[in-house]
């Protein structure tokens, strides 16, 4: 992996988070956007990181600086994409855009550059084509907070060939990320996988009233180990989005279940301003959650 120059392209939440950590493991960044505002939000992000990078990882003020002057803003395209080994795509999260967006990139990027798709839920396949260069285009999947949380899911489509697959494993390695290597096309990744089924039949035990929230909890901690139950993990999500998820699972196969459970998460927690962690209650209250208890394990 000889990779020098990274872009990213969308610069919101996700973008301006590996747009920084790349820079600070030292690779050159150009940063894409739609226009100005777009750049100035960026530009206002990836700043704010700064003081996250110097509390979290006791990076020093010139380590960061030096990670800001790396980068540079671009809303014009072809100039940000000019010399690219890698693009990283993390523009919104709808198949009309990204489908848009790989058209025009196919048109101005250099033969040599790889094209990495972050998106969460839509699998590369559906990409590879418009791409133009479908042996160079993958998933390279990231969690939110990237620089503590630091998943790297490197993910083929059928028509990716293994040696871009290892250059971009070997990419996220040299950024900080741990690579998960998916030899398969899988919807959510392995994390989400996991983790979603993990969280439905919690809540599913919930709503059935077969025990309650600090029990649940509980059982998994003992039993496996773990530092946090199913719900601890909900607030850490936040409830919204856990609504949002399972209204659409309600809606998509007509199970009464999920809407009971959308139901209760309505009523008895987002109407009640507890949205999770985030808002300081969900299913626990914060800064000192049962769970954290030194006896919550142990009657
Ligand atoms: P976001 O809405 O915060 O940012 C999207 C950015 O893309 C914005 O700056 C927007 O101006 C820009 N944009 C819009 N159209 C564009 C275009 N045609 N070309 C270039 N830029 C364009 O979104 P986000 O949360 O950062 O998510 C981006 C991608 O990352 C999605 O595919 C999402 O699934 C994925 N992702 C998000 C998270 C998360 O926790 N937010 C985690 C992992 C992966």
């Known amino acids: 992996m000889n990779y020098k120059n990274i872009t990213i392209a969308g610069s919101g939440v996700l973008g301006s988070q590996i747009a920084f950590q790349t820079a600070f493991k030292g690779f050159n960044v150009s940063v894409y ?6 750049i100035g939000k960026a530009k206002e992000r990836i700043t704010s990181l ?12 010139k380590e960061v600086n030096n990670a800001y002057d790396r980068i540079t803003f671009y809303t014009n395209l072809e100039e940000a994409v000019a010399d690219a080994d890698l693009v990283i795509e993390a523009i919104p999260e709808v198949i009309d855009i990204k489908t848009n967006f790989y058209k025009e ?12 798709t972050n998106s969460s839920t839509l699998l590369p396949s559906q990409f590879a084509e418009v791409t133009g260069r479908p042996e160079k285009f993958l998933a390279l999947h990231f ?3 990237i620089w503590k949380n630091n998943t790297g899911e490197v993910m083929k489509h059928p028509g990716t060939n293994m040696k871009y697959f290892d250059e971009v494993i070997a990419f996220a390695k ?8 998916l030899y398969k096309e899988q919807p959510g990744y392995i994390l989400n996988s996991l983790l979603v089924p993990l969280l439905d039949a919690a809540q599913s035990l919930l709503v059935k009233e077969v025990s309650d929230v600090e029990t649940i909890d509980k059982t998994w901690m003992i039993g496996t180990g773990a530092p946090l139950g199913p719900f601890a993990i909900l607030d850490v999500v936040g409830i919204t989005t856990a609504y949002n998820i399972t209204l659409a699972k309600a809606k998509a196969t007509g199970n009464p279940e999920y809407q009971k459970v959308a139901d209760v998460l309505k009523k008895e927690y987002i109407d009640k301003g507890k949205l999770g ?6 299913f626990y209250k914060y800064p000192n959650p049962n769970f954290m208890k030194p006896d919550f394990l142990k009657g």
């Open 277 to 282: 962690r985030e808002t300081g209650e969900g």
């Open 33 to 38: 956007d739609i226009n100005n505002e777009a």
């Open 105 to 116: 990139l196919a048109k101005v990027a250099p033969d040599k550059t790889v094209f990495a």
């Open 174 to 181: 040299a950024i900080g990320m741990v690579p998960l290597p």
């Open 143 to 145: 969690a939110n907070e």
């Open 50 to 61: 700064k003081a996250r990078y110097q509390e979290d990882l006791e990076a020093s003020i």
